[in-house]
């Protein structure tokens, strides 16, 4: 999760190879075409707009059958975290992708989306909320390297997967 330019469908890919192949969900494909339109336009969406978005991706994660799904999404509020989480049996585990407004500025500035321009980035910042400790998500430093930012993750999933591991016993 984070907001755009900082890295989800990368970390994304690199995680799911990590995961031993695991499906990666892109929230992007999940949008209507009206959201797409408002959002090309530099008109940032509504909860409203939302909403379907987001109950179509939770839809899509719910139907894969792999033991792990990478998903990506901005997912920028609480409510919106738990939208996608509703119902999931096994948790969802999130991981914010967080780096300094100019940092993620300079990144937008040198890519070209389909439909995301850099000018909602502000928008995306206002929106954000960072989660709470009661949440189960990890803030992971995207500032850096690819690579560091990507050893932070595996470092997360080793964790939990020791943890879990040790409840099984």
Request: net charge negative; hydrophobic share 40%.
């Given at each position: 999760?984070?907001?755009?330019?900082?890295?989800?469908?990368?970390?994304?890919?690199?995680?799911?190879?990590?995961?031993?192949?695991?499906?990666?969900?892109?929230?992007d494909t999940c949008h209507p075409t009206?959201?797409?339109?408002?959002?090309?336009?530099?008109?940032?969406?509504?909860?409203?707009?939302?909403?379907?978005?987001?109950?179509?991706?939770?839809?899509?994660?719910?139907?894969?059958?792999?033991?792990?799904?990478?998903?990506?999404?901005?997912?920028?509020?609480?409510?919106?975290?738990?939208?996608?989480?509703?119902?999931?049996?096994?948790?969802?585990?999130?991981?914010?992708?967080?780096?300094?407004?100019?940092?993620?500025?300079?990144?937008l500035a040198a890519r070209k989306h389909?439909?995301?321009?850099?000018?909602?980035?502000?928008?995306?910042?206002?929106t954000l909320e960072r989660p709470d400790?009661?949440?189960?998500?990890?803030?992971?430093?995207?500032?850096?390297?690819?690579?560091?930012?990507?050893?932070?993750?595996?470092?997360?999933?080793?964790?939990?997967?020791?943890?879990?591991?040790?409840?099984?016993?």
């Amino acid at each position: 999760m984070g907001v755009c330019g900082s890295g989800k469908t990368t970390l994304a890919e690199r995680t799911a190879r990590h995961l031993d192949g695991a499906p990666i969900i892109e929230a992007d494909t999940c949008h209507p075409t009206a959201n797409r339109e408002k959002m090309r336009s530099g008109v940032p969406l509504t909860d409203e707009d939302r909403w379907p978005w987001l109950d179509a991706l939770n839809l899509a994660m719910r139907e894969a059958t792999a033991p792990f799904v990478v998903a990506t999404c901005s997912a920028l509020r609480r409510v919106y975290r738990e939208r996608v989480a509703q119902g999931l049996q096994g948790g969802v585990l999130f991981f914010l992708l967080d780096a300094p407004r100019e940092v993620l500025a300079k990144r937008l500035a040198a890519r070209k989306h389909e439909y995301m321009p850099p000018t909602l980035l502000e928008s995306q910042l206002a929106t954000l909320e960072r989660p709470d400790s009661d949440e189960c998500a990890h803030i992971i430093s995207v500032a850096g390297s690819e690579e560091a930012s990507f050893q932070e993750i595996v470092n997360v999933l080793d964790k939990v997967r020791r943890i879990d591991n040790q409840e099984r016993s």
